[in-house]
């Protein structure tokens, strides 16, 4: 809202998250799986910060 004030708009809604995210549907919510142990082993940070560096 603070921003907002700046271009003398009204104030931002309760809802307002809730419905700009029915109003774009390729934003959904995905629902938790379970996490996979053997996956989770092979995440090593240091090996995907480096991998983000080179992107």
Not at 16 to 39: G, H, S, T, V
């Amino acid at each position: 809202n603070s921003l907002l004030i700046d271009y003398d708009a009204s104030p931002v809604g309760k809802r307002w998250a809730y419905n700009f995210i029915k109003r774009q549907p390729e934003l959904k919510m995905r629902l938790f799986r379970r996490y996979d142990y053997q996956r989770a082993k092979c995440e090593d940070p240091i090996i995907i910060h480096g991998w983000f560096r080179l992107v």
